[in-house]
């Protein structure tokens, strides 16, 4: 399909214009943590899709992996990482996660995060492929409490704006180098951003598939936006599933944490028995990946639409404590936890895939950085293991932010820049919603947990056949960039002709390391076209 340059027509001589030093798409944990960086340089305006607290962060329970436990170590926190990344991780970006992570984490604590404590200090929790307990958290709603202190540091500096509610539609470039964004106004009104370095942290893409833990905003606004403007996408097949969300009829698929397994909460098919020996030896623990397809494997055969969690082991005085968000969300909707077993099945839940960077939060198009969920600093490799993206998010946004000091610092010149796109260039609006429905049950039908050359074909098929909407309306962009990702999701899981990781592949079951450990990166051409290019070094050929 052809991808246009833009999704609305604009001339910013036309349009209200803001001028800063440093423009942050995004204003989840790594968002923040990069506005914090940069906001001792210069100014800083931070956009926000919806209200600052509302994205993935917020919703993140389980909690933040970091080597504090006395009896852990950096090699081994690496080591896990490595292994669930299933050979694909890239080596020095983990290194670099977890050894800042334990500085990042130090400093949110002292900027005022609260985390569970017991005796010996910070109580560290189990999660799947966690060779140790490591994982720090506060109760089950630990993305809420970084959110908030994260937030209250962030903007309490004199020199960062946040812009609520204002949806970021496209970056915008000017001679090969990214100047900006253009951005709708909750008034509906166009507005143009100028700044010497923006950087993206506008998170995932969860909304692409019909079953889901993440908030409506995960649409993947950055990485398509990024992707339009030039930028280099990989990893886009590794989309990771969540074994364990709520299924109830009518009810969000709420995600019921890995943590509780790692409190020794036992999966159940409906005949009540424990399966997960025959997958993993690791049983409940074992790597995500894993876990998610013995749970679809089980309902296949049980032909029964979920399966069971099980923690009334534990007494409804501890899990008051130690769950208290899942406590009371089930029981608003009629389980006691304590009491009952809770029915779940398997859900989008995180993108290892985005916009390429490297070590520093740089993109390949210049003065342009990304960090969280909307990058790929391929620290994840094609299995993210549980609890380390919210370290990610801290070590990365960081870096970014510093990044962008760097190149802010070498610029010259006023940043505003007349700039334009006519509506010959751009899609008309559609209205986008039964549009947006069929992508998402084509891509959980077709590209999801299970996939195959012939369910993929069909689903690039189909995508074909759904056109891309432009024009102001929130609801048209947010698809065209699910759209637009769709098909990159599709088209690299059918050239990674192995399994690996999340990526299953039904037809090629085996990992196939002496031709695969190969990534898939995405550009888009001059002309709309998408080019891609399979190699094992950058995305335009470089050592990294
Ligand atoms: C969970 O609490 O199970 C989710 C945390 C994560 O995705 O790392």
């Keep these: 399909m052809h991808i246009p340059r833009h999704l609305v027509p604009f001339d910013t001589r036309r349009i209200q214009r803001i001028e800063t030093d440093f423009l942050i798409v995004g204003s989840g944990n790594a968002g923040l943590r990069a506005a914090i960086e940069a906001s001792g340089e210069g100014s800083v305006v931070l956009l926000s899709k919806e209200n600052v607290n509302e994205g993935a962060t917020r919703y993140a329970q389980g909690g933040i992996a970091v080597v504090m436990n006395k009896e852990d170590t950096i090699e081994a926190h690496v080591r896990d990482t490595l292994d669930a990344g299933a050979g694909l991780c890239h080596l020095p970006a983990v290194q670099t996660m977890v050894a800042e992570g334990v500085d990042r984490v130090a400093e949110l604590l002292e900027w005022g995060a609260e985390f569970d404590r017991d005796k010996e ?71 143009a951003v100028f700044a ?26 950055g990485m398509a936006m990024a992707f339009r403007a030039g930028a280099a996408l990989t990893d886009m097949e590794f989309f990771q599933f969540h074994p364990t969300a709520l299924y109830m009829e009518g009810k969000p698929r709420f995600l019921i944490s890995e943590a509780a397994r790692g409190e020794g909460a036992q999966l159940l098919n409906i005949r009540g028995e424990r399966f997960m020996i025959a997958y993993d030896e690791r049983e409940e623990l074992a790597p995500r990946d894993i876990v998610t397809r013995a749970v679809l494997a089980e309902t296949m055969r049980a032909r029964h639409p979920c399966v069971y969690l099980d923690l009334t082991k534990h007494s409804r005085e501890f899990l008051e404590k130690r769950f208290p968000n899942i406590l009371c969300t089930l029981r608003s909707y009629g389980v006691e936890i304590w009491r009952d077993v809770i029915p779940v099945q398997a859900a989008a839940h995180f993108m290892m895939g985005g916009v390429w960077t490297d070590r520093r939060g740089r993109t390949s198009l210049p003065n342009l950085f990304a960090c969280g969920e909307a990058a790929c600093s391929m620290a994840h490799g094609a299995n993210r293991l549980a609890s380390n993206s919210l370290l990610e998010g801290l070590v990365f946004g960081r870096r970014a932010g510093r990044s962008a000091v760097k190149a802010a610092r070498r610029h010259e010149g006023p940043v505003w820049k007349p700039l334009s796109a006519d509506a010959s260039e751009t899609p008309p609006p559609r209205g986008a919603q039964e549009l947006r429905e069929r992508l998402q049950e084509r891509m959980w039908e077709e590209a999801g947990i299970l996939r195959s050359a012939e369910s993929l074909e069909s689903a690039l098929n189909a995508l074909e056949k759904m056109p891309l909407s432009g024009g102001t309306d929130r609801a048209d962009i947010e698809y065209s960039n699910m759209r637009i990702l769709g098909e990159l999701l599709a088209r690299a899981a059918l050239e990674r002709v192995e399994s690996r990781g999340a990526h299953f592949r039904l037809d090629r079951p085996e990992r196939d390391d002496a031709n695969w450990k190969r990534r898939v990166y995405f550009a888009r051409g001059e002309n709309g076209t998408v080019r891609m290019r399979v190699s094992r070094r950058g995305p335009k050929g470089e050592n990294r």
């Design 121 to 191: 200090g910070l109580a560290f929790g189990l999660e799947g492929a966690h060779s140790v307990r490591r994982v720090a958290h506060k109760g089950d709603s630990t993305g809420e409490e970084m959110q908030s202190a994260l937030a209250k540091k962030a903007l309490s500096h004199p020199n960062v704006s946040v812009l609520e509610h204002t949806f970021v539609i496209d970056l915008l470039t000017d001679s090969g180098a990214c100047v900006g964004a253009l951005a709708l106004r909750p008034d509906g009104e166009l507005t």
């Design 196 to 221: 010497k370095a923006t950087i993206l942290a506008a998170g995932g893409l969860g909304q692409l598939y019909k079953r889901t833990s993440n908030p409506s905003v995960a649409t993947g606004d």
